[in-house]
């Protein structure tokens, strides 16, 4: 997903949690977005005018102003960017409640990554104007993967994958014959609880593997000693 000149999404995160903002930051430039962090909501109202975000992330609990407050703040100077609000599961109330009723989102922390991302397409897709959807059909070798009907074939025939295992096939097949590391993979794939718990990564590996090959070549490679490599068939 692109905006209507070919340029990244842009995407203003709110929030002053630094460990929280480095995974999301990660996740989004995973997609190909460009990310501003802003730490406070001062900053974040001279962020949104300097820089016109296509999508805004906004935490409700803020060091200096709350989120409604910022939001608001934003809004005064012109424009509607769709927002998806962070919250603690105990802060929700009927103003956030109203609000989302209008177009906008809302998560309550702690969340997963892969839910915030499809959280995002589904705002920026709601509220389409000077955004632009790319072809999202990945072709590695006989393999196909939609990422937007979630399906995936190989030599013509459907494969069901889980949703891990699915992000997982996604980020081999963004980066066709580059190695990727064990770590490289959980930063991308899996909440940041599982930290640290490598042998995941192995594990998933051979589901997928045992659902793509059958009878046939063999595509995720072992480079041994750093990680694994998606090749198409010789």
């Known amino acids: 997903m692109y905006r209507s000149d070919g340029s990244p999404i842009r995407v203003l995160l709110v929030d002053d949690e630094q460990v929280l903002t480095d995974l999301v930051k990660l996740a989004l430039g995973y997609e190909g977005w460009s990310v501003e962090v802003a730490a406070t909501g001062r900053s974040a109202i001279e962020a949104y005018k300097a820089n016109r975000p296509d999508v805004v992330v906004l935490d409700i609990m803020l060091p200096d102003l ?30 956030i409640i109203g609000l989302t009723a209008g177009g906008d989102d809302y998560m309550t922390k702690p969340f ?7 959280r995002l397409r589904g705002l920026l897709r709601r509220t389409a104007e000077g955004v632009l959807e790319e072809d999202h059909v990945l072709v590695v070798g006989d393999l196909t993967l939609d990422e937007s009907s979630y399906e995936v ?25 580059r190695v990727l590391t064990r770590a490289q993979i959980l930063d991308r794939v899996w909440n940041y609880d599982f930290a ?21 070549s063999t595509m995720i490679h072992t480079v041994r000693g750093v990680g694994y490599v998606l090749r198409g068939p010789e």
């Open 112 to 118: 997963s990554l892969e839910e915030l991302v499809a």
């Open 66 to 95: 709350d989120g409604l407050s910022v939001l608001s703040g934003m809004r005064a100077l012109g424009r509607s960017t769709p927002t998806l609000f962070l919250t603690a599961k105990d802060s929700i109330d009927d103003r």
């Open 153 to 177: 074939r190989r030599a013509g025939e459907e494969i069901a994958l889980t949703t891990t295992e699915f992000e997982l096939l996604r980020y081999f097949m963004r980066n066709p014959r």
């Open 196 to 216: 640290g718990r490598v042998n995941i990564v192995d594990l998933y590996v051979s589901y997928l593997r045992k659902k793509l090959d059958g009878d046939r």
